[in-house]
């Protein structure tokens, strides 16, 4: 007989407070309190023979060198209601339609800061603000077109939209993968209730692709261009050019020749590239343009984007909008583009540029998470309470030398959920990065990806630092 | 239409593991003939380093050979490029940036056998493990071949796959019957010679049993390394004799691993291929070179010359679907 404990502080997802089962998660509760550790470490033993042998890993790089890890995974899901889910989604679709609207407009009229919605010298200080993309109309109005926004849910059950990765997000083949892993776990469970299916991704992806495509192209070539195996997210690269027929393709493989058309070097010769997923950071895309020193981009790139001959997604610049400083202004974006009332809340963001705000944050550094503007993979975090005075003083003296280049944040308790640990179920913290795709039409990921702290009382979920994942079951209730 | 690095990369794959595959065969049944000489001829493990071609290595790595530490240096070591767990390991990165275009259950086949390589090498060293571990090495890379065959389209991916898989396997043919006919060399002049290599001339020298008499028994193992014995005794329906194996493994068009049926096969594939035209001469080249050898010149003198003359044209071979294909100019 399992025994399923919660942290007493935190919201636990598949446990109310008094330890019973929530709604959506009973039937996973009663499965596993009816099997008992020994054979739930049966199942997780399994699940990491299927990830090994499925070759299904993420790089890390130790010494100068890629190497290549089992994927971490825990085999208890992590369970939502379905009804729940439906109110996350369609904030999710509106949340990304703002921000598309709001990219579109500063590369090209700027009416947000005609209208003083946004200040007009944060665009001029911003890192990710790429001139060259000035003028430039992609299809739809669609710029960021694909998205992992990162979710949590504080004490209070409420869930946050922490960030949103617009750039080059990762993660969504092991959304994909895990389900495969944990419907042979608990393919017991999967028999007697409705999980939403999350197989769809990938053929969504595609359409979405494909409708990028220069007009007049009746079967585009779409290329996954990726900077290559040491990646720590090639894997993936090539999970999803698999799973769309899309080719997947280096820098080394394209070239633009002087029609500015982008083409591939193929056994056959040269052959047009239509669409290009891009998987590498803008500022590598084309050392004609951007860094010189660049040996993953291709030259001329962005002269065949700007011609509108070929597709790029995330087009370049889009990282403009994926900012920590810029998040603080989500909320008014949505209501100024869209006249609607933001549907999933931010956590409230302290933007260290203004006197007042930075004054509160210097004054309560020790309550608070203090973030870099532009760093991924949760590199440079300083979460106050756990920091020694040291550390703190450090921070405040790096808020004052940059105050653009910080922000802060209210320390959440991220929500727990049952955790396999060295044969012991114990709470553990999460959050979530459901995927989501803009362009003509919008689509969500049922779930997403939960990344959860391995380490006992953790709140940093990045699989490059001692994160694991489990598998995201949005469950239909009666 | 595919990528000239991905088919570069394909290519190589399938030599990697054609190459893993038959070194394990090699010294599997190496293993076999050494076990059934006579123990009072003294045997020599050198002759499994000349058939990889990695004398000069070895030599540089671990000084003088015994059994053990050459069958080390041929199944486990990693820092020989071209043992068998080296090979497994390349074969391995090579497919793993071809994922878009190999099956997965292909992908899956290699990365098993790779897991597999990684985790026993060094069980396949010592002779009471060493025949499980080779076996398994001979019968995953059948698998992967087995799962291509039946699930893989026809396009140029697996052309590229099964063209760097028969170039590999002819190679090895020859290199098989190359060292053969230096061991019949040292052996004419063993009685002359005191500084002895090979099984062949060691025994000639060091007992009254001469390997003469078991010429046999040394053409059987050659057969053997090659898993021909079975399909040349059906063949020939007659005594193994040297001119015989010489002409099966050259020149029979039906068995699958004599040159001209890998070269053929090559040929073919070459010409599924687009831009055909740039590979009809090299390979058709190739094909006469072979044809020219004379199968009854199996004395040790002229079979050592003809296999090197094979071996360089199959280098042109291999450098002439390079220049077609891998190295795709800017345009």
């Excluded at chain 1, 446990?15 to 959506?24: F, H, K």
């Excluded at chain 1, 495969?180 to 776990?185: D, F, H, M, N, Y």
């Excluded at chain 2, 010429?215 to 059906?234: C, F, I, K, N, T």
Aim: hydrophobic fraction near 40%; aromatic fraction near 8%.
């Amino acid at each position: 007989m399992a025994d399923l404990r919660t942290n007493a502080t935190a919201w636990d997802e598949l446990l109310d407070a008094d330890g019973e089962a929530r709604p959506a998660a009973l039937e996973l509760v009663a499965k596993l309190r009816s099997m008992g550790v020994s054979e739930l470490q049966q199942r997780q033993d399994l699940a990491e023979l299927d990830i090994l042998t499925m070759g299904i890993t993420f790089t890390v790089y130790s010494d100068g060198r890629g190497i290549d890890r089992a994927w971490p995974f825990d085999v208890i899901p992590r369970v939502i209601a379905a009804r729940e889910w439906r109110k996350v989604e369609a904030g999710l679709v509106q949340r990304l339609k703002a921000l598309n609207a709001f990219i579109d407009d500063l590369y090209n009229e700027q009416r947000v800061i005609r209208d003083g919605v946004f200040p007009a010298e944060l665009l001029e200080d911003s890192v990710n603000y790429r001139r060259e993309c000035r003028g430039v109309k992609p299809k739809f109005g669609a710029w960021a077109h694909i998205c992992g926004s990162d979710l949590v849910r504080d004490a209070d059950g409420q869930f946050y939209v922490l960030e949103d990765n617009l750039r080059v997000p990762s993660g969504v083949s092991y959304v994909l993968e895990n389900r495969g892993i944990s419907k042979r776990a608990f393919a017991d469970v999967f028999a007697t209730q409705d999980i939403l299916p999350v197989d769809a991704y990938t053929d969504e992806l595609n359409k979405l692709l494909v409708s990028l495509a220069p007009d007049g192209i009746e079967y585009p070539t779409v290329a996954v261009l990726t900077p290559g195996v040491f990646n720590s997210a090639y894997f993936e690269h090539a999970f999803l050019a698999q799973r769309m027929g899309a080719v997947l393709v280096e820098g080394r493989d394209l070239v633009v020749q002087s029609d500015d058309c982008v083409y591939m070097r193929t056994i056959g010769g040269l052959e047009r590239v239509h669409v290009i997923y891009r998987r590498i950071d803008d500022v590598f895309c084309d050392p004609e343009v951007f860094r010189e020193d660049s040996t993953l981009g291709v030259p001329g790139l962005m002269r065949a984007w700007k011609a509108g001959n070929v597709a790029i997604a995330n087009a370049p610049g889009s990282g403009v909008a994926d900012d920590k400083v810029v998040y603080a202004w989500v909320p008014d974006l949505i209501r100024y583009y869209l006249e609607e009332e933001p549907l999933i809340p931010n956590v409230p963001t302290y933007r260290c540029m203004y006197e007042d705000e930075r004054n509160y944050v210097i004054d309560h550094i020790e309550e608070l998470v203090i973030k870099p503007a532009n760093e991924s993979g949760g590199y440079g975090i300083l979460i106050g309470n756990r920091a020694s005075r040291q550390e703190l003083d450090a921070a405040v003296a790096a808020i004052e030398a940059d105050p653009r280049n910080w922000v802060a944040q209210p320390i959440l308790s991220l929500s727990t959920a049952p955790t396999l640990c060295d044969g012991v179920i114990e709470a553990r913290h999460l959050d979530l990065r459901p995927f989501i795709l803009t362009g003509g039409t919008s689509y969500v990921t049922a779930g997403g990806l939960t990344r959860v702290a391995l380490t006992k009382g953790s709140l940093i979920v990045n699989s490059s630092q001692g994160g694991g994942s489990k598998d995201t079951w949005v469950v239909e209730t009666n | 239409m595919l990528l000239s690095r991905v088919a570069d990369n394909l290519y190589w794959g399938a030599r990697y593991l054609e190459r893993a595959e038959n070194t394990s065969r090699i010294v599997r049944s190496y293993t076999d003939v050494i076990v059934d000489l006579p123990r009072s001829i003294t045997s020599s493990w050198e002759p499994l380093l000349a058939v990889v071609g990695s004398s000069e290595t070895f030599r540089e790595m671990y000084g003088a050979g015994d059994e053990r530490s050459i069958v080390h240096f041929l199944v486990a070591e990693l820092a020989n490029a071209g043992s068998v767990a080296s090979s497994v390991e390349n074969a391995r990165e090579c497919l793993r940036t071809c994922r878009d275009v190999f099956p997965r259950d292909g992908w899956l086949a290699a990365n098993d056998l790779y897991l597999y390589a990684a985790s026993h090498r060094d069980e396949g060293v010592a002779r009471r493990g060493r025949a499980r571990f080779l076996a398994r090495i001979v019968s995953d890379s059948r698998h992967l071949d087995g799962i291509l065959t039946s699930s893989m389209s026809r396009d140029e991916a697996y052309e590229f796959f099964r063209i760097g898989q028969m170039l590999e396997r002819a190679e090895m043919t020859t290199r098989v019957l190359g060292v053969r006919a230096s061991a019949l060399l040292e052996s004419a002049s063993a009685y002359a010679s005191p500084v002895l290599a090979t099984a062949a001339s060691a025994a000639a020298n060091s007992s009254k049993v001469s390997l003469e008499d078991h010429d046999e028994v040394q053409w059987m193992g050659v057969l053997r390394s090659l898993s021909a014995l079975q399909m040349y005794q059906r063949s020939t329906r007659a005594a193994i004799d040297a001119n015989g194996v010489v002409r099966f493994l050259l020149h029979d068009a039906s068995f699958p691993r004599s040159a001209t049926y890998c070269l053929q096969r090559v040929q073919r594939g070459l010409e599924r291929l687009p831009r055909g035209a740039d590979t009809k001469e090299v390979i058709a080249d190739a094909l006469d070179v072979l044809d020219s050898v004379d199968p009854d010149a199996s004395d040790g003198f002229s079979l050592d010359a003809e296999m090197d003359r094979l071996q360089v044209t199959l280098a042109e071979l291999h450098n002439g679907i390079a220049n077609a294909y891998f190295h795709t100019a800017a345009g």
